[in-house]
């Protein structure tokens, strides 16, 4: 039974290697010499994209989630993969960086899982949360960024203040999925630093997203007007837009939303819960970019202030939440993102001496700004070094932040360089590394701790 | 609370009206001025114009559903007015025609639309609706044809045999959804008419796909080689592909997708069930473009050979079924498709005598060639009438083929012709409003004599 079955499986890849290897292989190596209709070839290319693109992102993420790693990291490492087949003389890929629609679709995937990010944060949970985990954020965003900034004046002095503040905001915000992976297969989802970690996360990624609205604002007026650097006005006058922006949509999720899901109700027909959830998320997407924020401030902010009272009985009528139906949307488009941004890494600056030590300076910035966190708590019971431990990995938000960097054209070249790119990359994937054995370690050390502690005192009362 | 009610529902349209006339209005006038960041511009357009299409189609599939109508007419016309705004000196949408990238996505969701369609019917139930269903879609298939071809040849004596036999193409599919809503109403979906109904539908779809398939390759292959007209040879090879391909799709789906699914089972991550249904989809999709036929061929043929028994144990790992994750991405994905099939319209054709007149007698074609279904049923006690008046709806395959045909080009111009176009939207939208009516009427003239029949056997028994 055992052995057909092995068996079984085997054949099953075999066969699975077999057609991807004569099916879409030869037909991608043939691309552009058949017979297919006029305008048609638009959409083969499209199709035969996320093919890769969809195998390639669930291949990937298997094998990390059996490392034990985030599968989001397997997805950009098989993007890396696929985007550099060219060194091994097989080009067959190279229209991946190229296709605008594939970039399109791969800014949409970002947007939605922004929207599901928002989706899982209410306002009202952030309040609960408290001022610890607010100073946590804070600490813990303002440290990595000065580090961050100081980095890049040692390594590029040629390059301006403006790439500077952009690649201390790639340092910013933590992707909290890897630590809340290690505290829950440790069974610590409960405790107090686990809250304050969680919260705190979604704390930080506001403030990124405040941090990068002021970096990209910033530089969009300056490659408007010439010159001036970074002025107190425009940072000011940024913030203000951004604080703006979240207070308007805040009031917006009060005040409108009540009465648009009312007159959602009214509508007949199907997926009308679905279609008016994406209309807040496009429309403030779209709003959000069209005053100088990226569009992803006004998905995550569309994410935060949609609230269960609002749509209820919309909700209760079309039989699904909408973190139901939003999930397939996500699967769909989001491992886009994530691929592609993997296949703009060049692989061949990794062989650069200079780049591997910028990259580990990066790093090291990343990992000892995230400590800062640890000075933020007060109370002497917690855990602080876990803390701080919990906060390094760097994920989704700093790919996101180092993609629109790279599309970020100042004085004819882009902001982050495909080096800086790639030395991105690498803090993001060193940094998802080393946290579950260090926080493995912090835990267990502080619990053997607290067991001595409890010893003593029961000694000491018996 | 009935007024209070009342005024929150009134302010609550006063308040969306006033949100989209200051909000999108005035944001989609000034695009372009604004200081958003460069390679911004291509998803702030996508978003505005995903905001406007998810509006319309909801709004327009509201107000078709209240009239007791098809919503996919609503969202169709409600696509014809957002693209004939600048008539009336509103050029605002006038990027919708333009956008590459909103053209893909309308295609992706024509795809997803077909593979909703084949998941509906299986191999095995289409075994079942037997010999008269069959008889009855080719007939109904072969009739409209020839009638739609004559057609095109009186009132287009100056075009290509190619342009006839695209326009006889569009004339074959019925699409069953209004009839079977007809039937709904009058509680009749268990009778014998409706069975053969929506079997012979079904039938007909794949019919008019390989049509479709055979008209298309056939004008690709005289696209690239000029002159020769459609040959015997042309037409037999075409047929052999897509024989070939739905044979070997069919053979796909018994020997290779157990394995592919238990493949699959193996894989850790989340979404796993839903990208490998996206992949065989997008993955036949992709090999029928390449190979000379319709990707919509290949989607379809996707969810026809996808089944319960292939998927079972990862349905059941993942909690819910393909249907169900599908549907979310095609509510977000096929109104794309109508909308901008509406927005191609362009209204001023419709100003024009000779083509209101080729439209008529389109349309006329179109009513009388399904009569031919009627002939197919041998069995006399059915309603042979009721049969032919619900085969006549023309819908989403209809408007798919124009749309098609559109973007074919043959001796530099489209196969389908904007004024063609604006003809065949007519013949789906007039054929969509007569059956109704008539098919009611036949049902209830059938059910009255049935009853005499009844009274008369009584009376002859007593």
Known sequence: MTGSRLLGNKRSIIILSALLATGFYSF??????????????????????????LLAAKL????????????????????????????????????????????????????ILLFQVGLES?????????????LVALFGVIAPFFLGWGVSIWFLPEESEYVHAFIGATLCATSVGITARVLKDLNKTSTREAQIILGAAVIDDIMGLI??????????????????????????????????????????????????????LRLRGTGVFLSFCLLVCFGLAYISGKIGLAPIVGAFAAGLILDKVQ??????????DIEELIAPIAVFLVPIFFVRMGTLVDLTTFGKVEILGFAA????????????????????????LAIGLGMIPRGEVGLIFAGIGASLMLDGHPVVSPETYSAVIIMVIVTTLVTPPLLKWSLQRGERRLKRTGQRNAKSSA
Chains 1, 2 share one sequence.
């Open 28 to 53: 991608a190596l043939g691309a552009g010499t058949g017979d297919s209709a006029a305008g048609e070839t638009g959409i083969l290319e499209i199709l035969l994209e996320l093919v890769v693109i």
């Open 60 to 111: 990937g993420g298997d094998l990390f989630e059996r490392l034990g790693l985030p599968p989001v990291l397997g997805e950009l490492v098989l993007g890396i993969v696929i985007g550099n087949l060219r060194l091994v003389g097989v080009p067959v890929f190279d229209s991946f960086a190229r296709s605008i629609t594939l970039e399109i679709l791969a800014e949409l995937g970002v947007i």
């Open 122 to 134: 209410t306002v009202a949970e952030m309040r609960k949360v408290g001022a610890t985990a607010f």
């Open 211 to 264: 941090i990068l609205s002021v970096v990209t604002g910033i530089i969009a007026a300056a490659a408007h007007a010439t010159g001036g650097g970074i002025s107190l006005l425009g940072v000011g006058w940024i913030i203000s837009k951004s604080v703006i922006f979240i207070g308007a949509a805040l009031i917006v999720g009060i005040f409108v939303l009540p009465h648009y899901f009312r007159f959602a």
């Open 311 to 320: 749509y209820q009985d919309l909700k209760e009528r079309e039989g699904h």
């Open 361 to 384: 300076v990066l790093t090291f910035a990343a990992i000892i700004g995230k400590q800062a966190c640890s000075l933020a708590v007060f109370d002497r019971t917690t855990n602080r």
